[in-house]
């Protein structure tokens, strides 16, 4: 029933504008409206309601009185160079350790390992180089069933 309505669907479309793969191009416009939504518009809205708070909150407003666009400009100046070394720090610093614990922990990459320890093992071919550098990849490399 399902493919019978997307195949209608898409016939609709080519019966409007003959010659385009309609069902391709909608696929690819959702793509795009998802990144924009949310890479762009969404942060870009969310940045904003962050620096409402922080005005409204702070007492900055009621403190200084302190018009809106002035503390808007004064804190994008101050918090973007801030932010940006922070983000330059973390992918200097932290980002290979969050990739590495990551690719650790998948267990598609484990199996890989494992496997990759299993057969070079059978061809005469693991160093002990190899098997410390594979045992740094994995603590623990489960043994297979059968060698």
Do not use: C
């Not at 009621?62 to 804190?75: H, K, R």
């Amino acid at each position: 029933m399902d493919e019978e309505v997307t195949h209608s669907f898409s016939n609709l479309w080519g019966v409007i504008v003959p010659g385009r793969n309609w069902n391709d191009f909608t696929r690819r416009r959702w793509y795009d409206f998802r990144n924009g939504h949310s890479m762009y518009l969404v942060f870009m809205m969310s940045f904003v309601n962050f620096v409402l708070i922080f005005y409204n909150f702070s007492g900055v407003k009621d403190t200084f009185n302190i018009p809106l666009w002035v503390f808007g400009l004064a804190f994008v100046l101050i918090y973007v160079p801030v932010a940006v070394w922070v983000g330059v720090w973390h992918r200097h610093k932290q980002l290979r350790v969050d990739h590495f614990q990551n690719w650790r922990n998948h267990p598609i990459m484990m199996d890989l390992v494992r496997d990759m320890k299993i057969m070079k093992r059978r061809q005469g071919l693991l160093t002990h180089e190899d098997e410390v550098m594979l045992e740094k990849l994995a603590i623990e490399l489960p043994e297979a069933v059968s060698e």
